[in-house]
């Protein structure tokens, strides 16, 4: 799972609100991170693109991530202004560019890491790529995993079946073949917790 690599990231916003991809994983927040610089023609021309499927895709926080300095990436930032409406970052010390680009084989910028729900990167590549915007379908509609039991057996039992049942549900987990209460137990201890 990608969550390791994503806690060694710190980044450092320049436009929207901070948000560091461990407590993006945290609260099963899906994140684009879009590799990018200033000088970079094909970076450039993804940037409306990007400020579109932003838009189409709300519940996604997308991240323009440069490895430039502060002092380069703000004006241009500020110069694009809603053209480019989405957090733009710069990589502290480089920890992005590390562990993301370096570990996942990425060569070239512009480069986009879909990052879903579990935390899982389930897109690596080019953000003009018609892959790109299906795989963020797929993670928009994708439901954020179950929380995990952590009832005792004894609290277990003290609920009803019908509440019981309601969280294997959750779970996408079936109640069938479970005749008693027990077994429903049994199963959401085995297959929740």
């Not at 991809?21 to 899906?30: E, G, I, R, W, Y």
């Not at 970052?89 to 879903?116: H, W």
């Not at 309601?166 to 201890?189: F, N, P, T, W, Y």
């Amino acid at each position: 799972m990608a969550t390791s690599v994503l806690s060694a990231i710190e980044l450092d916003f320049v436009k929207g609100d901070a948000l560091q991809l461990k407590d993006a994983v945290a609260s099963h927040t899906p994140v684009v991170v879009e590799f990018w610089a200033t000088w970079c023609p094909p970076c450039r021309t993804s940037i409306p693109h990007l400020t579109a499927l932003q838009h189409k895709f709300p519940s996604i926080k997308f991240i323009g991530v440069s490895n430039e300095a502060r002092s380069v990436v703000e004006p241009f930032v500020a110069k694009m202004a809603g053209q480019m409406d989405y957090r733009v970052a710069c990589d502290v010390n480089g920890s992005a560019n590390r562990e993301l680009m370096a570990k996942f084989g990425a060569r070239g910028i512009p480069t986009a890491f879909i990052i879903d729900k579990t935390g899982k990167i389930v897109f690596n590549g080019h953000p003009m790529d018609g892959a790109f915007e299906a795989k963020l379908e797929a993670v928009a509609n994708q439901r954020a995993p179950a929380a995990k039991n952590s009832k005792t057996r004894a609290e277990l039992e003290a609920l009803s079946v019908k509440e019981l049942k309601d969280i294997l549900a959750a779970h996408s987990i079936s109640a069938v073949g479970c005749v008693e209460k027990s077994d429903v137990v049994q199963r959401v201890l085995d297959h929740c917790s």
